[in-house]
């Protein structure tokens, strides 16, 4: 299973957008993460579109996460931003050639279709059993619980990491 880079870029938004107390602007947290701001852009409005964030317009506008973040999964991130269509989409080879399977014998999957569906299944169920609360803690954890508050205070500050004003 590959998944874009995008799919990366919006958990980590996700995450660190739990921690921010107002809208976050798209070239704030494309700062934060070193990352393309137009990219980026593009993620935060596939998860928009998706309801898991919403812009808010005006001086003090940006991003805010839309639900709680036990409520949102990673299987919801990466559908917002890839899709939902499964890693293999079976084309029936075993319907062509010398040796074709006639079509009103193939009533069931083929056992290719069947495995690749129930590895596609596990994969998507252990994605929906991972919330975005999940991963906060985690880098709560691994970071000290003074980690993502301090993203947040930074994110909606306006300094720079440096601790100078932001222009």
């Given amino acids: 299973m590959k998944l874009s880079g995008g799919v990366e870029w919006a958990l980590h938004c996700c995450v660190v957008l739990t921690a921010a107390g107002e ?3 798209a070239a704030r947290l494309a700062e934060l993460h070193e990352v ?3 990219y980026l852009a593009k993620q935060l ?5 998706a309801g898991l964030v919403r812009s808010v317009q005006g001086k003090t506008g940006g991003y805010v996460i839309t639900r709680a973040a036990h409520e949102i999964t990673l299987l919801d991130v990466v559908q917002a931003v890839d899709g939902a269509t499964p890693a293999f989409v079976c084309t029936e080879i075993r319907r062509r050639g010398p040796f074709a399977t006639p079509a009103e014998q193939c009533t069931e999957p083929c056992p290719i279709a069947r495995a690749m569906g129930a590895a596609d299944a596990a994969w998507r169920a252990s994605l929906a059993g991972v919330t975005i609360a999940d991963l906060a803690a985690t880098v709560e954890a691994d970071n000290g619980p003074d980690a993502l508050p301090g993203i947040g205070a930074w994110l909606t500050s306006g300094a720079d990491p440096r601790g100078r004003a932001a222009p």
């Fill in 36 to 38: 393309s701001p137009s």
């Fill in 23 to 25: 809208p976050v602007p």
């Fill in 45 to 49: 409005q596939a998860l928009s579109r």
